[in-house]
């Protein structure tokens, strides 16, 4: 399979191309090898370049700030970054406000609510967060508790969410709420769109295993959002998490795999280092991780095309999560094996984020592997565990009985 979009897509992937070459330094190995400092220096320069450029938010029709070109740009947007070892995301909340939240308005929202919240999200105003997961609610997310009551014009909300990515500095969440718990699970939730600057609203970090916190709990006592902050239909949330469940992979499927790309090959420098490439049993290793990578780059471009011609992925993204998070796991367990007394006592270096490969640039050492690898043991459970993605492949793709 080839990531060609035809002659006009091509053209305008080549002058994108250019004008991110320009941009960066001649000396440019990715956005992993500057110092942290120099990383939020750039990162500002790049924001600035991006709006002179309108590329930002470039699939969002131009009356709500973006510029009216199609998802095919976007994507091929996101592709030429991803290759250039830049973020496609400023932020930790803009995967939330810009993937996320934005879309879904865009396919359940109402013309007042896209007008208000879409600009907001583009300037940075509105900083979004994911309330989905509770402690009792993970990958059986139709099962949430947390609930909410409407009361002269407002919604009343109480429960807990957990697992809530950047929720400490988001000033808005879209959570799942139960306001009806007298039909079935499915059908009696509601997508609420909430204010997090508010007393009702508790924030408290979780320290994750690689030494982050960069996910939360929430508690919500008598928390209040207006009564028109209703995302979709009353009691119809269901349908709008399934939206939101296929943005997430539907969006970022190429450029993704492209991340697990470059990690393969930053995978193939480490064992030369290493002197491990002659070994039998490590080179049939390579081999079973490349053959994995080929199965994932199918699927993904399987997402893309859903995502570039408007479809809903649906139950097609649970193969796609599925293959990305236990080839991701199977991968860096290869790396721990090939680092061996290295990995005792890795360098002080730590991958920043926990949702996929270190930043492109970034040291190919131990430490690098290391954190790496303890941030893919949490990619089998997030965004649906491999037991409930296998669930659904069955009795949603292959039709068998529950």
């Known amino acids: 399979m080839d990531l060609n979009f035809g002659t006009d897509a091509e053209q305008y992937r080549a002058e994108i191309r250019r004008k991110v070459e320009e941009f960066l330094p001649d000396d440019w190995r990715g956005i992993g090898a500057l110092p942290p400092d120099e990383r939020t220096a750039f990162i500002d320069r790049w924001r600035g370049f991006l709006i002179e450029n309108n590329l930002i938010a470039m699939h969002w029709p131009r009356e709500y700030g973006g510029a009216g070109l199609s998802a095919l740009e976007q994507t091929i947007v996101n592709e030429e970054f991803t290759r250039a070892g830049i973020p496609l995301l400023l932020t930790d909340n803009d995967a939330s406000g810009f993937q996320l939240m934005a879309n879904t308005l865009l396919v359940h929202g109402t013309q007042e609510q896209r007008r208000y919240f879409m600009p907001r999200i583009l300037s940075g105003e509105h900083l979004w967060c994911q309330g989905f997961s509770e402690p009792g609610s993970g990958s059986d997310l139709a099962s949430v508790s947390t609930s909410a009551r409407l009361e002269n014009g407002e919604w009343i909300i109480n429960g807990q969410k957990i697992w809530t990515s950047a929720g400490h500095l988001a000033n808005w969440m879209f959570v799942l709420v139960r306001t009806n718990p007298d039909v079935p699970k499915h059908r009696g939730l509601t997508m609420l769109l909430l204010p997090m600057d508010q007393p009702g609203v508790t924030v408290r970090p979780i320290r994750q295993i690689n030494g982050n916190a960069e996910f939360n709990e929430v508690f919500f006592d008598d928390a209040r959002t207006a009564e028109e902050n209703v995302l979709g239909e009353v009691d ?35 064992v030369k280092r290493l002197g491990r490439q002659d070994e039998p049993a490590v080179r049939t290793g390579v081999a079973e991780m490349y053959l994995k990578l080929r199965k994932l780059r199918g699927l993904s471009l399987r997402a893309m095309s859903a995502f570039v011609n408007g479809e809903d992925l649906g139950p097609d993204a649970a193969p796609v999560k599925l293959a990305w998070s236990e080839y991701w796991q199977d991968l860096t367990d290869l790396a721990m094996d090939g ?3 290295e990995a005792i006592l890795p360098t002080e270096h730590r991958p920043r984020g926990a949702d996929g490969p270190d930043l492109p640039g970034a040291p190919n050492d131990s430490g690098s592997w290391v954190g790496t690898w303890l941030n893919s043991r949490a990619a089998t459970i997030y965004s649906g565990t491999s037991e409930i993605q296998r669930n659904i492949i069955g009795e949603r793709i292959l039709k068998l009985p529950k």
Not at 243 to 252: A, D, F, Q, S
Request: charge should be negative.
């Open 236 to 270: 119809g949330g269901w349908a709008v998490a399934m939206t939101i469940l296929g943005l997430e992979r539907g969006e970022n499927a190429t450029s993704m795999l492209l991340r697990f790309e470059a990690e393969f090959e930053r995978f193939v420098e480490l």
């Open 339 to 341: 680092l061996g007394p």
